[in-house]
Every structure is written in structure tokens, then in C-alpha cells.
């Protein structure tokens, strides 16, 4: 395959680039990165936060919902990004604590082991878990488990993206819809997106290094389950409801493109918003007109979807 170099990013995201620390995915990183990247609680006063511990698996939650919450609100279950290997269950609390605003939701963080030390299935039996947890436990909670949605970003969206798929053949778990931002879904690396060279923030040698970590000797074979890399699977008809938003200058492009492009074959309802410019984690940049477009577009859907 012809490696192709990314030709155009957006003029804002561009400025906000210089002097943006390297992110280099690698084994004799991590550990530095993990030391740099442990994200802390943030509170606000408007916002209730409950911890949590499911009762079979030992797996961390934090709850955050309006101190003045109706009771059995809708649920956004998430799961963080980091390439597999970084990252807690905190990572997203701020737009967590928007959303819970401006949606009147509660939002749910699950905090799943990390790769390369438990590959694939430990961080998404650590998914399932929380969900299983809080849709058993949804009256203690206060939350309503017929409109249970999840999502999550770049690795939360590969994990998302494959809890949907068990929740479909047989986790007995309903799902309102699931929430994909700028997912991994392929670690195959046949599109041309997966090839462009010069990316920032999350280099095709990242999204190799992340894919290698979570699939352990599974990676580069065809022993890769569906779940464990959702492009993979064959049949996506009776998934729910599905956003994917992903920007051009970034190498999870095309496998967006491509899984939304399937699931609308498949007959599941889509909604696909492909941000030119926009690089992998441009969410960051909150400042740039691309990322206030983006979050109006997500919360948009997201109320849509609670209704």
C-alpha cells in the first residue's frame, strides 16, 4: 500500500499545535505517560458524585448526576480512551459533567484494566460488568435502565463499539444506542487513512502499538473476535441507534466511514459527522470552531436519543 501524508489540517487546530507535547505510544513510554496522564476527579457544585464498586467483577464506577436530578433519568455509559493503555475512568469528567447538564442525564464511567499487562477480553469484561452492574442495580440508582446508552472516545469507542455487539448476541443487556467518537474499530491497517504518515497526536505507529498491546498474540491473525475489533465482524443488523464523529486528518478515518457506511446497509439508524481538519483527540481543542461544532453536533444527537 502507497503510505499517503496527511495534506491539510485545520488552519485553528494547527496553531493550537505548536509546541503540543509528542505523544509516542510505545512500551518504554507508557510507564511515563501513565505517571503523566493520571486524571483527577473534578467536582462542581451543581453535580453529585457516587462511587462505586460492582458486587462479582471489582470494577470501579463513578456516577455523576445532577444534585437536583429527577428521578430515573437517562444513562450514558462510557469508557475512556487512551490508545488501551492509558487513561482512568476521570479522563472525561468535564464534558462528562456538560452532558449531565445540558441533557439532564446521568453519566457513568467505568474504570477497565489497562493493556498491554490484560489484553483483550479483560478491559471489555470490565465494561460489561459495570453496565451489567448499574442496569441491575438502575433502582437503587435512580436511573431508568430501559434508556441505557454507551459510548466513548478513539479506545473507548473500539471498547463501545464491541460491548454493543455482545450486548446484541446475547449479554441480555438492551441498549438505547451507542455514542462512537474517532473509534478504533480496525487493527488491520488496510485503509488509506491507517497509513498516513505525519499524523499529530495519534501516529499509525501509535494505533499499531495500541492494537498490539490490547490484542496481545492474537494481533496480526485471524483469531480476532468481533468484539475485539469491531470492523471485523461480519453481520451488524440489530445494533442500536449509532453516532460516529471523526475528523480528515486523522488516521481512524476511513474504518469510521466504512463501519457507518455498513451499519446504514444494515438497516441500524446512523449518524456519521466527518470534520474536516479535524485530528484525532480534537475535542481538545475546545476553542477551535471545528470542536464547538462537533460538541453541538453530539449533544444534539444525544438528546435526541433520550428523547
Given at each position: 500500500?502507497?503510505?499517503?501524508?496527511?495534506?491539510?489540517?485545520?488552519?485553528?487546530?494547527?496553531?493550537?499545535?505548536?509546541?503540543?507535547?509528542?505523544?509516542?505510544?510505545?512500551?518504554?513510554?507508557?510507564?511515563?505517560?501513565?505517571?503523566?496522564?493520571?486524571?483527577?476527579?473534578?467536582?462542581?457544585p451543581d453535580i453529585e458524585r457516587v462511587e462505586?464498586?460492582?458486587?462479582?467483577?471489582?470494577?470501579?464506577?463513578?456516577?455523576?448526576?445532577?444534585?437536583?436530578?429527577?428521578?430515573?433519568?437517562?444513562?450514558?455509559?462510557?469508557?475512556?480512551?487512551?490508545?488501551?493503555?492509558?487513561?482512568?475512568?476521570?479522563?472525561?469528567?468535564?464534558?462528562?459533567?456538560?452532558?449531565?447538564?445540558?441533557?439532564?442525564?446521568?453519566?457513568?464511567?467505568?474504570?477497565?484494566?489497562?493493556?498491554?499487562?490484560?489484553?483483550?477480553?479483560?478491559?471489555?469484561?470490565?465494561?460489561?460488568?459495570?453496565?451489567?452492574?448499574?442496569?441491575?442495580?438502575?433502582?437503587?440508582?435512580?436511573?431508568?435502565?430501559?434508556?441505557?446508552?454507551?459510548?466513548?472516545?478513539?479506545?473507548?469507542?473500539?471498547?463501545?463499539?464491541?460491548?454493543?455487539?455482545?450486548?446484541?448476541?446475547?449479554?441480555?443487556?438492551?441498549?438505547?444506542?451507542?455514542?462512537?467518537?474517532?473509534?478504533?474499530?480496525?487493527?488491520?491497517?488496510l485503509t488509506v487513512s491507517s497509513q498516513l504518515?505525519?499524523?499529530?497526536?495519534?501516529?499509525?505507529?501509535?494505533?499499531?502499538?495500541?492494537?498490539?498491546?490490547?490484542?496481545?498474540?492474537?494481533?496480526?491473525?485471524?483469531?480476532?473476535p468481533a468484539d475485539a475489533a469491531p470492523a471485523?465482524?461480519?453481520?451488524?443488523?440489530?445494533?442500536?441507534?449509532?453516532?460516529?464523529?471523526?475528523?480528515?486528518?486523522?488516521?481512524?478515518?476511513?474504518?469510521?466511514?466504512?463501519?457507518?457506511?455498513?451499519?446504514?446497509?444494515?438497516?441500524?439508524?446512523?449518524?456519521?459527522?466527518?470534520?474536516?481538519?479535524?485530528?484525532?483527540?480534537?475535542?481538545?481543542?475546545?476553542?477551535?470552531?471545528?470542536?464547538?461544532?462537533?460538541?453541538?453536533?453530539?449533544?444534539?444527537?444525544?438528546?435526541?436519543?433520550?428523547?
Open positions: 500500500m502507497t503510505v499517503a501524508r496527511v495534506d491539510w489540517i485545520d488552519p485553528e487546530i494547527a496553531e493550537s499545535l505548536r509546541g503540543f507535547p509528542d505523544f509516542d505510544f510505545s512500551a518504554e513510554n507508557i510507564p511515563a505517560m501513565r505517571g503523566g496522564t493520571m486524571f483527577e476527579p473534578q467536582s462542581a462505586l464498586t460492582t458486587d462479582r467483577g471489582d470494577v470501579a464506577l463513578s456516577l455523576l448526576r445532577l444534585v437536583d436530578s429527577a428521578d430515573e433519568p437517562p444513562v450514558l455509559y462510557w469508557m475512556h480512551g487512551g490508545g488501551m493503555v492509558i487513561g482512568n475512568r476521570y479522563m472525561d469528567d468535564a464534558r462528562l459533567i456538560e452532558w449531565c447538564r445540558w441533557l439532564g442525564c446521568v453519566c457513568v464511567s467505568v474504570e477497565y484494566r489497562l493493556a498491554p499487562e490484560v489484553p483483550y477480553p479483560g478491559p471489555l469484561d470490565d465494561c460489561q460488568e459495570g453496565l451489567r452492574f448499574i442496569v441491575e442495580h438502575a433502582h437503587e440508582l435512580r436511573i431508568d435502565p430501559r434508556r441505557v446508552g454507551i459510548g466513548g472516545r478513539s479506545a473507548g469507542g473500539a471498547l463501545a463499539a464491541g460491548l454493543a455487539l455482545r450486548c446484541r448476541d446475547g449479554a441480555n443487556v438492551p441498549l438505547a444506542f451507542q455514542y462512537l467518537e474517532y473509534p478504533m474499530l480496525d487493527d488491520r491497517g504518515e505525519g499524523l499529530p497526536i495519534w501516529t499509525r505507529e501509535s494505533n499499531a502499538f495500541g492494537w498490539r498491546s490490547y490484542l496481545g498474540d492474537r494481533y496480526g491473525t485471524d483469531d480476532v471485523r465482524a461480519n453481520e451488524l443488523s440489530g445494533l442500536p441507534s449509532t453516532f460516529i464523529g471523526v475528523g480528515t486528518a486523522d488516521c481512524l478515518r476511513d474504518e469510521s466511514i466504512d463501519f457507518a457506511a455498513r451499519l446504514c446497509r444494515a438497516a441500524v439508524p446512523t449518524e456519521l459527522h466527518v470534520y474536516a481538519g479535524a485530528v484525532h483527540g480534537f475535542d481538545m481543542f475546545a476553542d477551535t470552531a471545528v470542536a464547538r461544532t462537533a460538541a453541538r453536533d453530539s449533544a444534539d444527537w444525544l438528546a435526541r436519543q433520550f428523547g
